[in-house]
């Protein structure tokens, strides 16, 4: 548990560490943080090669795009690849698919991993705390094929609970493959699965505040409640704004193997986003430049979520992932 | 897709099935249907046919002439329409349809898909090991998994990372497949078309349906695997039906209905089907085979045929019925769980391929028969010819002579006709390892079955028969029987071989726009009547021009 102290505190001496820089000249900042340069090295080449090297590839939306013939044997058509996709009624069903998806989970996964991380501090037993902890990180390394399945064995149309209703004369109730509900319960498999992986880095906040301030508070007279909601929530307020910021960063990626599992189940009405749709457009139909466009938006989308939900986090006085 | 991988099927399955599937060596029919027949057979009738465009205009060529192959005396005789011979074993002293050194000891690398596990290794595979010192080459498959074929291969393209030979199965709907033929493969056309094609005998003996699916623009680019006319059956367990008190062969829609109804026994976990049986529905409502070409030549889409919305509203109303499994959501794109509980009784009927009969007939203690096709108000059902060919076999572009040449008397010896000395190897490999010989008959030992996924046969190969003496009893005379009743009902596609650009580019996802229409419809999420608005879409989305360009081919064509 490293973050424990590392992540807050690095903060306020990369501040002081900012502030001098700017007085120092470019050489000998270069000199005084090459050590730090070195270390950052092969992670930003990485960066670089795979992630903005590829990004020179997006040209293809302005394309159409044949990979056999290549970039330069294939034709350039402008717009027509954005004009395609925004007259496609299946991309804007897909849009607002995603846009639901997004919204559930960001009401109904985000708080869980910091509720339980709450609860999981307030377990005095170390034992106890260890033990249920493993247990729920446990799904986190179970693949989406596994969950998926056990879901479909459980709740299927012919799973457990199902076939025990029918056997027993009742009527049986169908969530696998129901296109109303799918999104609960899309949103209920990626809970299941992830929210006790999600707890650590809250863990480690809630670790990492001092623990004189719930004493003095406790001699202050301030209850369970009071200590939580003046000490502990406040404590994890800056992780929590950085993870919501991340979180939304990718917010658009809802989950593409567990939906591409289930798509077929409810149909493409109910479960294609944006990332199915590229897939299907681009990988299996083989219309490249449109399924680019897609992803092009996407990421311009995610872009913008960032840096306004960065901003918002500034006008509440956090630090979020950059500064001013 | 990959949730058919992971699902686990049971090895038992696996290896029964394999085991068929590549004596009868092709089995893509076995595959194709339930999730997306007609999507699948579209493709593989127009994907191949016409030209790419932009190729230079070279002359167009005959294709290669047809010498129709020695072979043993047939216990079954089978016929011009289709219909397969039939032999009650393998024989085992063939004559040698093959001389001569093949290959030059260099590696074979070719792209191969495959529907079990992996073969074994070659230092554990003597059957890989016969078939090299055979060919005289290193083989080195490069086998894709069926259910990773859509992902994999395009991006096996797209990386051009494609190997020296090229096996590509047309019920994949490979997208822009002419262009990619042109760009990247060799024109085979001096070396096949006419009478050339006689120095290779056995390619000789594949009839023109095959041939015209790799032959673009009036050039020959691949090799066939030849594929039955016969496309989808239905099975029926016929001692769950009977134990319903039904009749396994109905007569029309209203007994067919009846049959559903009655061997369904939700409490005791039982039902009358579990996958989509949209294409049957079609079949019987006589819904014309993807196209229609009207007498002053235009292409009307079987879409828009006026018994198209009928039929799939008697689908829903089935489904709505509660004769579906609970799980056939999942189960349509599941092809393995869905065998296996018509296996175990928990469903009474299976559409599927026509191929299924050798994975079904394997497990002998199944009792089984296959439902004749028939109208909704009782008569001739309609049957969908395929496009001629399972897969089309080529090779990367290149001016080598000698490896053309080798690459050809390679695919000579795997379409080596049934009888025939090299087809024996092929379908049974070492004598004590792959096979035994009981009673004078060869039977292929578990290890023979599993080495066989090697893959090799399903690449290039001419008519196929019906052999299957591991199977049930008598299931090839069950089938043999069967396509002679269906021959009549026999209806082939107008469109199939006829070049379309839009097709080309634009074909897979038109066809899955309206498969996942046709899926909501039979699932109840959507009403009958909302296939009329699909429909149009489709023709506005690309379905008009596709006519058009057909009209156009057609007309070119004569």
């Known amino acids: 548990m490293t973050l424990k102290q590392a992540l807050p505190r690095v903060a306020p001496q990369s501040d002081e560490t900012r502030q001098t820089s700017q007085k120092a000249p470019f050489l000998a900042r270069l000199w005084r943080d090459a050590p730090l340069l070195v270390m950052v090295a092969p992670a930003a080449i990485v960066l670089l090669l795979f992630t903005y090297v590829p990004l020179l590839g997006s040209v293809i939306a302005w394309m159409d795009y044949v990979p056999f013939l290549g970039f330069t044997g294939s034709d350039w058509v402008g717009w027509d690849n954005f004009t395609a996709l925004f007259s496609d009624p299946s991309f804007w069903t897909a849009v607002w698919n995603t846009v639901q998806i997004t919204f559930l989970q960001l009401v109904l996964f985000f708080p869980v991993p910091i509720l339980l991380a709450v609860l999981l501090n307030t377990v005095a037993l170390p034992v106890a705390k260890k033990f249920v902890q493993s247990v729920i990180y446990l799904p986190h390394f179970l693949s989406w094929v596994i969950i998926v399945a056990l879901f479909q064995q459980v709740l299927g149309g012919a799973g457990i609970v199902n076939r025990f209703l029918i056997t027993h004369g009742l009527s049986p109730f169908d969530v696998m493959s129901n296109p109303d509900t799918f999104k609960l319960l899309l949103t209920t498999q990626a809970i299941w699965k992830d929210a006790g992986w999600g707890t650590i880095i809250f863990l480690a906040a809630i670790a990492a505040i001092d623990p004189g301030l719930y004493e003095s508070a406790t001699m202050d007279g301030a209850g369970a409640w009071g200590r939580f909601w003046h000490i502990t929530l406040p404590g994890m307020r800056p992780i929590i704004v950085l993870m919501l910021i991340l979180r939304l960063g990718d917010s658009l990626t809802v989950g593409f193997e567990q939906i591409l599992l289930q798509r077929d189940a409810v149909g493409p009405g109910a479960a294609e986003v944006l990332d199915t749709f590229v897939y299907y457009n681009g990988v299996v139909d083989g219309n490249w430049g449109t399924a680019t466009a897609a992803g092009l938006l996407k990421g311009v989308v995610s872009l913008f979520l960032v840096l306004a939900a960065n901003k918002l986090a500034h006008r509440f006085g956090e630090e979020g992932v950059y500064k001013r | 897709m990959p949730f058919i991988n992971g699902s686990g099927s049971s090895a038992s399955n696996e290896g029964l099935s394999r085991r068929t599937l590549l004596k009868r060596a092709g089995l893509a029919a076995a595959l194709v249907p339930v999730s997306g027949v007609l999507a699948a057979c579209g493709g593989s009738g127009s994907s191949g046919g016409g030209g790419g465009g932009g190729a230079a205009a070279a002359k167009s060529v005959p294709l290669p002439t047809y010498v129709p192959p020695v072979k043993p005396k047939p216990l079954l005789e089978g016929s011009a329409q289709g219909v397969m011979d039939v032999y009650a074993s393998f024989p085992m002293d063939g004559p040698r349809t093959v001389n001569g050194t093949i290959g030059d000891g260099s590696e074979f690398n070719v792209l191969i898909m495959t529907y079990g596990q992996p073969s074994p290794p070659v230092d554990q595979s003597p059957y890989w090991q016969l078939l090299n010192k055979e060919l005289n080459l290193k083989v080195k498959p490069l086998q894709v998994p069926y259910a990773d074929f859509q992902t994999k291969f395009p991006a096996l393209v797209a990386g051009d990372d494609l190997p020296e030979f090229v096996s590509v199965p047309l019920y994949e709907n490979v997208a822009r497949l002419p262009q990619l033929a042109e760009a990247q493969f060799t024109d085979l056309s001096e070396y096949l078309s006419g009478d050339a094609v006689k120095k290779y005998p056995n390619l000789a003996g594949i009839q023109k349906a095959g041939w015209l699916n790799g032959y673009l623009n009036g050039r020959i680019y691949g090799v066939p695997k030849s594929d039955p006319v016969f496309s989808t059956q239905i099975y029926t367990k016929t001692d769950v039906i009977k134990a319903a008190g039904a009749n396994p062969q109905p ?217 299957d003496p591991q199977g049930a009893p008598g299931v090839d005379q069950l089938n043999h029987d069967w396509q002679q009743k269906v021959v009549p009902m026999l209806l082939d596609n107008p469109a199939a071989h006829l070049y379309s650009e839009t097709f080309n580019s634009k074909g897979a996802s038109l066809q899955q726009q309206m498969q996942d229409a046709i899926t909501a419809v039979f699932l109840g999420r959507e009403s009958a009547s909302s296939l009329t608005a699909a429909v149009q879409k489709w023709k506005t989305g690309g379905g008009d021009k596709m006519a058009k360009e057909y009209a156009e081919a057609a007309a070119l064509a004569g």
């Open chain 2, 251 to 467: 007569a029309n829609l209203q007994e067919f209905k009846d049959l559903a109804k009655a061997v369904t026994n939700a409490q005791a976990g039982v039902y009358a089907f579990g996958g989509n049986i949209a294409d049957f529905m079609m079949m019987m409502f006589g819904v014309p085979n993807k196209w229609t070409r009207k007498a002053d030549g235009t292409f009307v889409s079987a879409w828009e045929h006026e018994a198209f919305v009928p039929a799939m509203s008697e689908l829903a109303d089935l489904y709505k019925s509660g004769c579906f499994h609970p799980d056939t959501p999942t189960l349509m794109t599941n092809k393995v769980q869905r065998d296996a509980l018509f296996r175990s009784g928990k469903l009474a009927m299976l559409y599927d391929g026509n191929r299924s009969v050798g994975i079904v007939a394997d497990d002998k203690d199944v009792v089984f028969d296959i439902m004749t096709p028939f109208g909704k108000d009782g008569g001739n059902a309609v049957h969908w010819t395929g496009g001629g060919a399972y897969a089309m076999t080529m090779i990367k572009k290149t001016t080598d002579k000698k490896r053309i040449d080798m690459f050809l008397r390679v695919l000579d010896y795997i379409a080596a006709p049934f009888g025939s000395r090299e087809s024996f190897i092929m379908s049974y490999g070492v004598e004590g390892v792959d096979y035994e010989v009981k009673d004078g008959v060869a039977v292929l030992t578990t290890r023979g079955q599993r080495e066989q996924d090697l893959g090799l046969a399903y690449i290039a190969g001419g008519p196929q028969v019906l052999c």
